[in-house]
């Protein structure tokens, strides 16, 4: 019988991009690593926090941009644990919300390698913060929706989103990948039912020194302005007090000395 | 005019109860604070974080016992903070999900006290890590929806959860509080159109030492234990893996040599 040393792969959440923002846990596991794979969203201030002896590869894949493929980076994770390393896989967020975890489990299952997920701040959860927003309030919400405005099916034509179905009252939408087509979105939800005075809060890159934010309501949803990605798109009663503070904060900048008016953006 | 020193409150997410998935900025912000107000849920080994310099008050209030109404812990957040004091204002889980954050940034906005909101790992994101389970998966999923089971709102008689509205092939709900009446809770999703074939597991006390679970069907519900709160019921066709595994696993124990049945709960 042969021995084997097997490693394991460490699938990790990195969080919104703040360092600050990692759990104890991924800081601990990135100094200690012999492999980190990360995704293109994943900042140089957190890569570093990588020990001297890792290797860091960035296999991501962004919109448009040609990556790695998933079975290359499923492969690179197979083939380091049999040869003892311990792997950090770096997903931007946490794994398990819109960051293909469930691919690469199936394949660490299917080689038979020891893993663990380590959760992260997803990026819903990450903007509603940075915009001091509760998602939740029992006074107006029961439940949180978390839906991708893209969706991008493996090998199948683009898939729309069922916006009649996710639309309610007492629920708070957390689009990621909104997109730009805030028109069409605000047609469909307001088909669906949703009121025109809705609050909308649109958060690019939450957590990091290049956020920015807009605000309005559902009936003006067109007038958002497109900002980089990666956006999240929050919808729903219980961002009332947001869109409030933030409505004044814009008033506060117009009337500002100088005559001109500011925008926060 | 006089001069008044004024503090700060940090509306802080402590996670599940591992002090590993704290984020570093939890971590920061306990080390450093003067007062410390939390829930029950928080464990000593998260609060044995707090500085010599902090005081630190239980503030909880758990079902059926009694504690500290919200006004209370507002005026005492709000008092201290006047006071110039750093106050962390610590929830289980992240605030902004079933947190009553939305409460107590009001009262934080009309008192005019500054304030920061701190993400942190929600329960049900950390019941799924703690299952190795994605709660998206591109092929099956579009959507998560975190629901709690138990709608206790304000002055009101408790409101029943509308599951015909949340259930959906294509969706993963997140039930906090899921409560134990789960033949009640299966009627009621079949009937809303779900398979009984689809995948359920209950999660007790994710990321402590006392965690345990359950994985049935939706067919089988009724036939879960009723786990210890703080529980996780996670439902839909993306835990389909994690509900194989958990079976094999069981399986795998029942064969045991010692040829008695194993329960891994």
Same sequence: chains 1, 2.
């Avoid at 509603?128 to 991008?152: E, N, Q």
């Avoid at 559902?218 to 919808?235: N, W």
Wanted: proline share 6%.
């Amino acid at each position: 019988m042969s021995m084997t040393i097997t490693g394991k792969v460490y699938l990790v959440g990195a969080g919104p991009g703040d360092p600050e923002l990692l759990t104890v846990r991924a800081h601990n596991l990135l100094r200690r690593a012999d492999l980190v794979l990360h995704d293109d969203l994943n900042p140089p201030a957190i890569l570093a926090l990588a020990g001297p002896q890792a290797a860091v590869e960035n296999v991501g894949k962004r919109c448009g941009k040609k990556g790695v493929a998933q079975e290359q980076i499923n492969a690179r994770m197979i083939e380091a644990a049999r040869r003892g390393q311990e792997v950090v896989r770096l997903k931007s967020g946490d794994p398990g919300i819109f960051g293909r975890l469930a691919e690469e489990i199936d394949a660490l299952e299917a080689a038979a390698i020891p893993y663990e997920v380590v959760p992260g701040i997803t990026a819903g959860i990450a903007a509603a913060a940075a915009m001091s927003a509760s998602l939740t309030d029992r006074r107006k919400t029961s439940r949180v929706i978390l839906v991708s405005g893209h969706r991008a099916t493996k090998g199948e034509p683009h898939e729309k989103t069922n916006w009649k179905a996710l639309a309610a009252e007492d629920a708070t939408l957390v689009i990621y990948m909104p997109g730009n087509n805030f028109a069409g979105l605000r047609d469909e939800l307001l088909a669906a039912g949703l009121d025109t005075g809705t609050p909308a809060v649109l958060v690019s890159r939450a957590a990091t020194p290049q956020q920015q934010h807009g605000s309005t309501t559902l009936g003006a949803l067109d007038q958002l302005p497109t900002l980089e990605s990666p956006a999240i798109l929050l919808i729903g009663r219980s961002l009332a007090g947001v869109h409030q503070r933030l409505s004044a904060e814009i008033l506060a900048l117009a009337l500002d000395e100088t005559g001109a008016r500011v925008s926060p953006l």
